[in-house]
């Protein structure tokens, strides 16, 4: 007997036997029992989430020799002719490839007719929305006043392009996409019955790769099952779907929690050497670091039972909640972006880059690779940066994708309570200390300027690149914030900034703060008379960007 595959041996031929879809079972159960059955149904969803099965399951229930009911018996003579495809009264018709409306003329002309075995003619449209207007049209009159020897049921993928007319003449069920544990459970009884050894792990791999199908993670399975062999194992598994290891991703996790450049460059290299999808792993990184912000927000939170869930934990610990929600939002953005990426490694290297550059600093280590401390030509002595509080963080310092914790904004008078007095800080950045705004917060209050206060809410002029970073829960944490230190409910409206405003961002005033102070630095040396003499006497050159202002000069942090 020749092979068959796993999705078709194992399709489900009673209602008792399909994964979810619960709510659609449940309603055609009760309509076959009480005989309160409509003419017209409409099965929607994804593919390969049961769609024509359920409707090949009613048709059994239907003609049924054994009597109509929710449960046919399989056994009859109708019943596996319908299990077979063979059933005469059960008329498939793919609307893909019959889109015409001389293909749906005739099923109208031969619907009139009785059925030849059964008590109901069924008539199964697969992809429905496939068919043309004039065939749509042919069908109307047949969907609104079917004989009633007839039953239509139609399947479709993509149920916006229905036209209105037919979806008023249907019931319509949308079902659901599975998820991955109610996959991974049919996987095992399957894997069960057929005597196939199996790890958990490779289970679950193919679980999430099948992105909520059955049929998929079942045709998944089948190649897991040839490619190890007649055994299913993790490794296995990773190298055919072309993921990592779930510990790389925690590699590249601790790499940024420590700040450290070099390690997770290694770390994409490493994870490049499998040749994987980059995108699957960008969503791997996303599911990681959600499970993070749930084990850090979410008190008595306990994680499905697996291999890093101490990893997670210790991971939990040392991140702080407002950067785990800015590297998800890095994570999926960039995941849009693969596309446009030079290429695929490209893209997902400057998104875990982007994570790095964004990532707030202790102010307790140099960047790794970086050259001499700030201040001094690399051969010079300096003396060392004065200790950063250690309690607050301060943001790295600025470069083109990391605008760095600014100097000050002008005095927003008509803004009260928070206009600037003499002696103090202006009204913005006052605020901004004071609240405590750090980390991605302090990134994005750093690039807005305060416009307007229009009652409880504050209207902030905000660098248009900096935009998608005013999103929840972003922008509430902040009001939360602010709101405390003016001691009433405050709420936060963000606009684009024009060429004024962005000029006047904390950000953009500490950059020229830095300019100068560079710009001063790189004059005293070059007029500093060792360095002139060195010049004179040895060819000495200074090497260019080895000159840094000391840490403790104007709008340098």
Not at 472 to 489: A, D, H, N, Y
Request: contains cysteine; hydrophobic residues 40%; proline residues 7%.
């Amino acid at each position: 007997m020749s092979y068959q595959v796993l999705a078709r041996k194992w399709r489900p031929r009673k209602f008792a036997e399909l994964v979810g879809q619960e709510h659609v079972v449940r309603a055609l159960t009760n309509a076959l029992d009480t005989g309160r059955m409509h003419h017209a149904y409409l099965f929607t969803g994804t593919r390969g989430v049961g769609k024509t099965t359920i409707a090949r399951i009613f048709a059994k229930s239907l003609n049924c020799e054994r009597g109509q009911s929710a449960d046919p018996c399989g056994e009859c003579s109708v019943c596996m002719a319908v299990d077979e495809g063979r059933f005469v009264d059960l008329l498939e018709i793919d609307a893909a490839s019959n889109t015409g409306v001389d293909d749906v003329r005739e099923v109208i002309e031969n619907a009139q007719y009785a059925p030849s075995r059964g008590r109901f003619k069924v008539y199964l449209v697969d992809e429905v929305h496939m068919l043309s207007k004039n065939a749509f049209n042919a069908l109307l009159k047949t969907l609104e006043e079917p004989p009633p020897h007839v039953k239509f049921l139609l399947a479709t993928t993509d149920p916006q392009k229905l036209p209105v007319t037919v979806l008023s003449r249907c019931l319509k069920f949308n079902l659901k996409r599975l998820l991955p544990d109610q996959i991974a459970g049919q996987m095992r009884h399957i894997l069960g019955a057929e005597n196939i050894a199996y790890e958990d792990a490779a289970i679950a791999e193919l679980a999430r790769a099948a992105d909520g199908s059955l049929r998929d993670g079942l045709s998944l399975l089948d190649q897991a099952i040839a490619y190890g062999g007649g055994a299913l194992h993790a490794d296995d598994v990773l190298t055919m779907l072309g993921s990592v290891a779930r510990g790389q991703v925690l590699g590249v996790l601790d790499a940024l929690a420590a700040g450290d450049g070099e390690r997770l460059l290694a770390e994409c290299t490493q994870i490049a050497s499998y040749s994987p999808d980059f995108g699957g792993v960008l969503d791997d990184l996303a599911s990681v670091l959600h499970r993070l912000q749930l084990i850090q927000l979410i008190p008595g939170y306990r994680p499905e039972q697996e291999a890093d869930d101490d990893a997670l934990g210790r991971l939990a610990e040392r991140m702080a909640a407002e950067d785990v929600q800015l590297y998800y939002q890095i994570a999926t953005a960039g995941r849009r972006d693969l596309n446009q990426a030079p290429d695929a490694r490209t893209g997902f290297e400057m998104t875990l880059l982007r994570m790095l550059a964004f990532r707030p600093d202790d102010g307790s280590a140099q960047p790794s690779g970086s050259g001499s401390p700030p201040g001094r030509p690399a051969s010079s002595p300096v003396p060392a940066p004065a200790a950063a509080k250690p309690t607050e963080r301060s943001p790295p310092a600025a470069s083109a994708a990391t605008p760095a914790r600014p100097s000050v904004a002008p005095p927003q008078a008509t803004v009260p309570p928070v206009e600037a007095q003499a002696g103090e800080l202006p009204a913005w950045e006052a605020l901004i200390e004071r609240a405590g705004l750090r980390g991605p917060f302090g990134l994005l209050a750093q690039n807005a300027v305060l416009r307007e206060r229009d009652g409880q809410t504050l209207v902030l002029a905000l660098q248009p690149a900096h935009m998608s970073l005013a999103v929840e829960p972003m922008v509430s944490q902040m009001e939360e914030r602010i709101g405390q230190v003016l001691g009433e409910r405050i709420r936060l409206r963000f606009v684009d900034a024009d060429r004024d405003a962005q000029a006047r961002t904390p950000a953009a005033r500490a950059a020229r703060s830095r300019d100068a102070a560079q710009s001063a630095a790189e004059q005293s040396i070059e007029s500093d008379p060792l360095v002139q003499s060195l010049k004179r006497e040895f060819g000495a050159q200074v090497v260019p960007q080895s000159v840094k202002p000391f840490a403790n000069e104007p709008g340098v942090r």
